[in-house]
Nanobody, 129 residues
Framework: AVQLVESGGGSVQAGGSLTLSCATS????????VAWFRQTPGKEREAVAAVFPYGFTTMYADSVKGRFTISRDISSQTVFVQMSGLKPEDTATYYCAAKKYTCPSTKIATMKSADFYSWGQGTQVTVSS
């Protein structure tokens, strides 16, 4: 089974930056589609960034495009999301999720949490104004 461990959350002021990490294990890292979701109380998880398997193709939600950068390091089996220009509306619990072999959609807006079988424990990001 694929295991995911997140780290890097915290509190920042608006305009600040944070980098979240998602360490994977239990399966060939390059074969994984890894996505970052975020969730606020009372709302469904929304996918904000994803990296495709077998390469470095990425996609982003419109709400974070130009501010978030997802990347993967094959040697450490880790996926990162660098978040800059943070806004109070980015405040959420962030989760990484993985799926073997393929991403469930080529459009991040249609990527649902039910499409992923492996999840990290979540890490809180709080952005104050």
């Amino acid at each position: 089974a694929v295991q995911l461990v997140e780290s890097g959350g915290g509190s920042v002021q608006a305009g600040g930056s944070l980098t979240l990490s998602c360490a994977t294990s239990g399966y060939t890292h390059s074969s994984l589609c890894v996505a970052w979701f975020r969730q606020t109380p009372g709302k469904e998880r929304e996918a904000v960034a994803a990296v495709f398997p077998y390469g470095f193709t990425t996609m982003y939600a419109d709400s974070v495009k130009g501010r978030f950068t997802i990347s993967r390091d094959i040697s450490s089996q880790t996926v990162f999301v660098q978040m800059s220009g943070l806004k109070p509306e980015d405040t959420a619990t962030y989760y990484c999720a993985a799926k073997k072999y393929t991403c469930p959609s080529t459009k991040i807006a249609t990527m649902k949490s039910a499409d992923f079988y492996s999840w990290g424990q979540g890490t809180q990001v709080t952005v104050s104004s």
